[in-house]
Protein backbone atom coordinates (compact mmCIF):
# COMPACT_ATOMS: atom_id res chain seq x y z
CA UNK A 1 0.00 0.00 0.00
CA UNK A 2 0.72 3.61 -0.23
CA UNK A 3 3.54 5.08 2.74
CA UNK A 4 5.82 7.62 3.61
CA UNK A 5 9.38 7.09 5.46
CA UNK A 6 11.70 9.93 6.50
CA UNK A 7 14.39 10.20 8.29
CA UNK A 8 14.57 9.35 12.19
CA UNK A 9 15.24 12.24 14.17
CA UNK A 10 16.49 14.08 16.09
CA UNK A 11 18.25 16.16 13.80
CA UNK A 12 20.28 18.81 16.13
CA UNK A 13 21.99 21.80 13.97
CA UNK A 14 23.74 24.59 14.96
CA UNK A 15 22.01 28.00 13.69
CA UNK A 16 22.71 28.44 9.79
CA UNK A 17 23.56 25.32 9.24
CA UNK A 18 22.10 23.69 6.21
CA UNK A 19 19.01 21.44 6.70
CA UNK A 20 17.40 18.58 4.72
CA UNK A 21 15.13 16.09 6.20
CA UNK A 22 14.91 13.16 3.93
CA UNK A 23 11.20 11.74 2.68
CA UNK A 24 10.63 8.94 0.53
CA UNK A 25 7.17 7.44 -0.39
CA UNK A 26 5.84 4.80 -2.31
CA UNK A 27 2.21 5.15 -4.02
CA UNK A 28 -0.06 3.80 -6.99
CA UNK A 29 -0.33 6.52 -9.01
CA UNK A 30 1.21 10.12 -8.80
CA UNK A 31 0.08 11.63 -5.34
CA UNK A 32 0.60 15.18 -4.03
CA UNK A 33 3.08 15.43 -1.60
CA UNK A 34 3.43 17.78 1.55
CA UNK A 35 5.56 18.84 4.51
CA UNK A 36 3.88 19.89 7.62
CA UNK A 37 5.50 21.46 10.57
CA UNK A 38 4.34 21.11 14.07
CA UNK A 39 5.43 23.67 16.80
CA UNK A 40 5.37 22.89 20.49
CA UNK A 41 2.15 22.84 21.73
CA UNK A 42 0.50 23.36 18.56
CA UNK A 43 -1.65 21.59 15.62
CA UNK A 44 0.13 20.55 12.19
CA UNK A 45 0.71 23.37 9.40
CA UNK A 46 0.72 23.21 5.82
CA UNK A 47 4.79 23.70 5.29
CA UNK A 48 4.91 23.51 1.21
CA UNK A 49 3.41 21.22 -1.02
CA UNK A 50 4.06 19.80 -4.59
CA UNK A 51 1.48 18.62 -6.64
CA UNK A 52 2.92 16.43 -9.68
CA UNK A 53 6.41 15.68 -10.57
CA UNK A 54 9.43 18.19 -10.45
CA UNK A 55 7.11 20.70 -9.09
CA UNK A 56 9.76 22.56 -6.18
CA UNK A 57 7.30 23.75 -2.97
CA UNK A 58 8.75 26.56 -0.78
CA UNK A 59 7.70 28.32 1.68
CA UNK A 60 9.65 30.66 4.66
CA UNK A 61 13.20 29.65 3.28
CA UNK A 62 12.40 25.78 2.96
CA UNK A 63 11.99 23.92 -0.44
CA UNK A 64 11.54 20.52 -1.49
CA UNK A 65 11.41 19.06 -5.07
CA UNK A 66 9.29 16.31 -6.22
CA UNK A 67 11.36 13.55 -7.94
CA UNK A 68 9.17 10.78 -9.27
CA UNK A 69 12.17 8.86 -10.42
CA UNK A 70 13.61 8.68 -7.16
CA UNK A 71 9.90 9.16 -5.46
CA UNK A 72 11.53 11.23 -2.82
CA UNK A 73 10.55 14.94 -1.43
CA UNK A 74 13.70 15.79 0.56
CA UNK A 75 12.95 19.04 2.58
CA UNK A 76 15.59 21.56 2.64
CA UNK A 77 16.88 25.07 3.96
CA UNK A 78 19.82 26.56 3.30
CA UNK A 79 20.39 28.44 7.00
CA UNK A 80 18.19 27.60 9.78
CA UNK A 81 17.29 29.53 12.72
CA UNK A 82 16.46 28.62 16.07
CA UNK A 83 13.05 29.31 15.27
CA UNK A 84 12.85 26.46 12.99
CA UNK A 85 12.65 23.99 15.86
CA UNK A 86 10.23 21.83 15.56
CA UNK A 87 8.42 18.38 14.35
CA UNK A 88 8.33 18.34 10.67
CA UNK A 89 6.04 15.44 8.85
CA UNK A 90 6.09 14.76 5.32
CA UNK A 91 2.66 13.24 3.73
CA UNK A 92 1.44 12.21 0.93
CA UNK A 93 -2.63 12.40 -0.83
CA UNK A 94 -3.86 10.59 -3.80
CA UNK A 95 -7.00 11.13 -3.63
CA UNK A 96 -8.75 14.20 -2.23
CA UNK A 97 -8.71 13.94 1.32
CA UNK A 98 -6.74 10.80 2.85
CA UNK A 99 -3.57 11.89 3.73
CA UNK A 100 -0.91 9.15 4.81
CA UNK A 101 1.92 11.14 6.71
CA UNK A 102 5.28 10.01 7.65
CA UNK A 103 6.60 9.19 11.43
CA UNK A 104 8.20 12.74 11.47
CA UNK A 105 11.63 14.10 11.98
CA UNK A 106 12.11 16.30 14.95
CA UNK A 107 14.63 19.23 14.44
CA UNK A 108 16.63 20.79 17.20
CA UNK A 109 18.56 23.93 16.35
CA UNK A 110 20.48 25.39 18.67
CA UNK A 111 22.32 29.14 18.94
CA UNK B 1 -9.90 33.94 10.64
CA UNK B 2 -10.27 31.29 13.82
CA UNK B 3 -8.11 28.28 13.55
CA UNK B 4 -9.43 24.55 14.44
CA UNK B 5 -10.54 24.69 17.85
CA UNK B 6 -10.16 21.52 20.24
CA UNK B 7 -10.76 20.90 24.14
CA UNK B 8 -9.47 19.76 26.64
CA UNK B 9 -6.12 20.17 25.89
CA UNK B 10 -4.73 17.49 28.11
CA UNK B 11 -6.93 14.58 29.72
CA UNK B 12 -5.51 11.74 32.15
CA UNK B 13 -8.03 8.93 32.90
CA UNK B 14 -7.04 5.66 34.32
CA UNK B 15 -8.40 2.46 31.45
CA UNK B 16 -11.39 1.57 31.33
CA UNK B 17 -12.76 4.87 31.89
CA UNK B 18 -15.10 7.05 29.07
CA UNK B 19 -13.31 10.27 27.64
CA UNK B 20 -15.05 12.79 25.06
CA UNK B 21 -13.26 15.25 22.90
CA UNK B 22 -14.56 17.85 21.30
CA UNK B 23 -13.62 19.78 18.05
CA UNK B 24 -14.75 22.92 16.53
CA UNK B 25 -13.93 23.15 12.73
CA UNK B 26 -13.11 26.63 10.59
CA UNK B 27 -16.26 28.02 9.64
CA UNK B 28 -17.53 26.78 5.84
CA UNK B 29 -15.35 23.87 6.47
CA UNK B 30 -17.80 21.19 5.61
CA UNK B 31 -14.69 18.24 5.89
CA UNK B 32 -13.91 17.49 9.09
CA UNK B 33 -10.99 14.61 10.15
CA UNK B 34 -10.33 12.72 13.58
CA UNK B 35 -6.78 11.66 13.32
CA UNK B 36 -4.56 9.51 16.28
CA UNK B 37 -0.83 10.70 16.88
CA UNK B 38 0.90 7.91 19.16
CA UNK B 39 4.36 9.35 20.09
CA UNK B 40 6.44 8.30 17.63
CA UNK B 41 4.32 8.24 14.83
CA UNK B 42 2.33 9.95 12.29
CA UNK B 43 -1.29 11.09 12.21
CA UNK B 44 -3.51 8.08 11.91
CA UNK B 45 -6.97 8.66 9.91
CA UNK B 46 -9.85 7.75 12.42
CA UNK B 47 -12.69 9.17 10.69
CA UNK B 48 -13.71 11.62 8.17
CA UNK B 49 -17.13 13.76 7.90
CA UNK B 50 -18.38 15.59 5.19
CA UNK B 51 -21.33 17.85 6.61
CA UNK B 52 -22.42 15.57 9.20
CA UNK B 53 -22.18 11.85 7.16
CA UNK B 54 -19.23 9.94 7.39
CA UNK B 55 -17.12 9.39 4.80
CA UNK B 56 -14.52 6.92 6.14
CA UNK B 57 -14.43 5.04 9.49
CA UNK B 58 -12.20 2.41 8.39
CA UNK B 59 -9.52 2.72 10.79
CA UNK B 60 -11.89 3.80 13.91
CA UNK B 61 -11.80 1.06 16.31
CA UNK B 62 -15.59 0.75 16.92
CA UNK B 63 -15.90 -1.39 19.60
CA UNK B 64 -15.16 1.45 21.68
CA UNK B 65 -14.66 4.65 19.76
CA UNK B 66 -17.47 6.44 18.51
CA UNK B 67 -17.73 10.07 16.54
CA UNK B 68 -20.64 12.58 15.69
CA UNK B 69 -20.79 15.85 14.17
CA UNK B 70 -24.70 16.37 15.00
CA UNK B 71 -25.99 19.69 12.66
CA UNK B 72 -22.59 19.04 10.31
CA UNK B 73 -20.34 21.86 12.06
CA UNK B 74 -18.93 20.67 15.80
CA UNK B 75 -17.77 17.16 16.30
CA UNK B 76 -16.66 14.53 19.22
CA UNK B 77 -14.95 11.90 19.29
CA UNK B 78 -15.64 9.40 22.19
CA UNK B 79 -13.46 6.33 23.75
CA UNK B 80 -15.49 3.96 25.78
CA UNK B 81 -14.01 1.96 27.68
CA UNK B 82 -10.49 3.33 27.63
CA UNK B 83 -7.14 1.04 27.27
CA UNK B 84 -3.27 1.72 27.76
CA UNK B 85 -2.60 1.92 24.38
CA UNK B 86 -5.06 4.88 23.26
CA UNK B 87 -2.60 7.15 25.02
CA UNK B 88 -1.94 9.51 22.56
CA UNK B 89 -2.49 13.08 21.16
CA UNK B 90 -6.02 13.38 18.91
CA UNK B 91 -6.09 15.83 16.43
CA UNK B 92 -9.35 17.71 14.21
CA UNK B 93 -8.63 18.56 11.10
CA UNK B 94 -10.98 20.82 9.32
CA UNK B 95 -11.03 21.55 5.01
CA UNK B 96 -13.55 22.43 2.28
CA UNK B 97 -14.92 19.94 -0.10
CA UNK B 98 -12.97 19.77 -3.41
CA UNK B 99 -14.20 17.17 -6.42
CA UNK B 100 -10.69 17.08 -7.19
CA UNK B 101 -6.96 18.02 -6.86
CA UNK B 102 -6.10 18.00 -2.81
CA UNK B 103 -8.09 19.39 0.11
CA UNK B 104 -5.33 20.95 2.94
CA UNK B 105 -6.23 20.07 6.02
CA UNK B 106 -6.18 22.60 8.96
CA UNK B 107 -5.48 21.33 12.21
CA UNK B 108 -6.30 22.03 15.56
CA UNK B 109 -4.20 21.83 18.55
CA UNK B 110 -5.07 18.40 19.48
CA UNK B 111 -6.00 17.13 22.64
CA UNK B 112 -2.91 14.88 24.78
CA UNK B 113 -4.67 11.90 26.38
CA UNK B 114 -2.93 9.86 28.62
CA UNK B 115 -4.42 6.55 30.12
CA UNK B 116 -3.16 4.99 33.11
Known amino acids: GNSVTQMEGPVTLSEEAFLTINCTYTATGYPSLFWYVQYPGEGLQLLLK?????DKGSNKGFEATYRKETTSFHLEKGSVQVSDSAVYFC??????????FGTGTRLKVLA | EAGVAQSPRYKIIEKRQSVAFWCNPISGHATLYWYQQILGQGPKLLIQ????????DSQLPKDRFSAERLKGVDSTLKIQPAKLEDSAVYLC??????????????FGPGTRLTVL
Open chain 2, 49 to 56: FQNNGVVD
Open chain 2, 93 to 106: ASSLIRTSGYNEQF
Open chain 1, 50 to 54: ATKAD
Open chain 1, 91 to 100: AQTSGTYKYI
